[in-house]
């Protein structure tokens, strides 16, 4: 089992950032693939961005705004959010996948976080 907690959320106007947080526990492993997803109110979950050993991959609609990045020595991986926009809004989830190859669908992923409220107001 994996243990996921989230933390950094909140509210920023647009143009702001956040960093969110995902801490890791248990029977975790560096290989495995750590992504972040969000949902926002009456829509699907989406993808965000994910991590492996190697490379990183971003939705298209946070390119150049997002950075994902992982310290393996603390178990804790980050979402640095710049440029925030008001479609920016949702609540963010970290998930593992356990396999080192990256998926974008939440429905590959084995664990999940209880997610993080992200708010950006115009």
């Known amino acids: 089992q994996v243990q996921l907690v989230e933390s950094g959320g909140g509210r920023v106007q647009a143009g702001g950032s956040l960093r969110l947080s995902c801490a890791a526990s248990?029977?975790?492993?560096?290989?495995?693939?750590m992504g972040w997803f969000r949902q926002a109110p009456g829509k699907e979950r989406e993808f965000v961005a994910v991590?492996?050993?190697?490379?990183?991959y971003y939705a298209d609609s946070v390119k150049g705004r997002f950075t994902i990045s992982r310290d393996v020595a603390k178990n804790t991986m980050y979402l640095q959010m710049n440029s925030l926009k008001p479609e920016d809004t949702a609540v963010y989830y970290c998930?593992?996948?356990?396999?080192?190859?990256?998926?974008?669908?939440?429905?590959?992923?084995?664990?999940w976080g209880q997610g993080t409220q992200v708010t950006v107001s115009s």
């Open positions: 248990g029977r975790t492993s560096s290989r495995n693939v």
């Open positions: 991590i492996n050993w190697s490379s990183t």
């Open positions: 998930a593992v996948r356990n396999s080192a190859a990256w998926r974008i669908n939440a429905n590959e992923y084995d664990y």
